[in-house]
Antibody, heavy 117, light 111 residues
Framework: EVQLVESGGALVQPGGSLRVSCVAS????????MSWVRQAPGKGLEWVANIKQDGSEKNYVDSVKGRFTISRDNAKDSLYLQMNSLRAEDTAVYFC??????????WGQGTLVTVSS | QSALTQLRSVSGSPGQSVTISCTGT?????????VSWYQQHPGKAPKLMIY???KRPSGVPDRFSGSKSDNTASLTISGLQGEDEADYFCCSYAGKFTNYVFGTGTKVTVL
């Protein structure tokens, strides 16, 4: 059974930094692209970033370019999102998602990041 | 890149059919056959229901079907059931630089 478990969400002040993590199980993690998708409170979904199997290619939504960094550790079956210079508009539940053939076929339960003073 | 446009809500009685539309542009929905649909119950993770416009993952009931015409994709739920009450989001690939765009979401209510 595919499982994705996120952690690391917290209350952070504007301008602060935070790293969220996702541990995967039930599939061969190193064989798949992975993604982060976020959902602001009461709002829709927004794709944030994705990363190739070996980490050699990374893509970001324009609003986080230069502030967020996606990474992975295939030895630990783990995906990360380092978030710097956080803004109030980054407040959201961050979902880790397994990517396959132009869609997101499995999702974690999400971790809440709140940016507020 | 703007979000794809979906009606805020649709409703139907048990056993009826409802159709949710998702309107984009030629740069996303109209440009690629890579539209997917996700079901999300309150406080839960999204679940993939349709991919590649009209394909169903294993385990998704055949009551769910997808289609596309020009810049608009649609999800139809036939034989509506109480457990279908949820939010539904469309998603489209939008090319190498934009990557993915999601819809604004539609709340389906079973009367």
């Amino acid at each position: 059974e595919v499982q994705l478990v996120e952690s690391g969400g917290a209350l952070v002040q504007p301008g602060g930094s935070l790293r969220v993590s996702c541990v995967a199980s039930g599939f061969s993690f190193s064989r798949y692209w992975m993604s982060w998708v976020r959902q602001a409170p009461g709002k829709g979904l927004e794709w944030v970033a994705n990363i190739k199997q070996d980490g050699s290619e990374k893509n970001y939504v324009d609003s986080v370019k230069g502030r967020f960094t996606i990474s992975r550790d295939n030895a630990k079956d783990s995906l990360y999102l380092q978030m710097n210079s956080l803004r109030a508009e980054d407040t959201a539940v961050y979902f880790c998602a397994k990517y396959r053939d132009f869609c997101f076929d499995y999702w974690g339960q999400g971790t809440l990041v709140t940016v507020s003073s | 890149q703007s979000a794809l446009t979906q009606l805020r809500s649709v409703s139907g009685s048990p056993g009826q059919s409802v159709t949710i539309s998702c309107t984009g542009t030629g740069s996303d929905v109209g440009g690629y056959n890579y539209v997917s649909w996700y079901q999300q119950h309150p406080g839960k993770a999204p679940k993939l229901m349709i991919y590649d416009v009209n394909k169903r993952p294993s385990g998704v009931p055949d009551r769910f079907s997808g289609s596309k015409s020009d810049n608009t994709a649609s999800l139809t739920i036939s034989g509506l059931q109480g457990e279908d009450e949820a939010d539904y989001f469309c998603c489209s690939y939008a090319g190498k630089f934009t990557n993915y765009v999601f819809g604004t979401g539609t709340k389906v209510t079973v009367l």
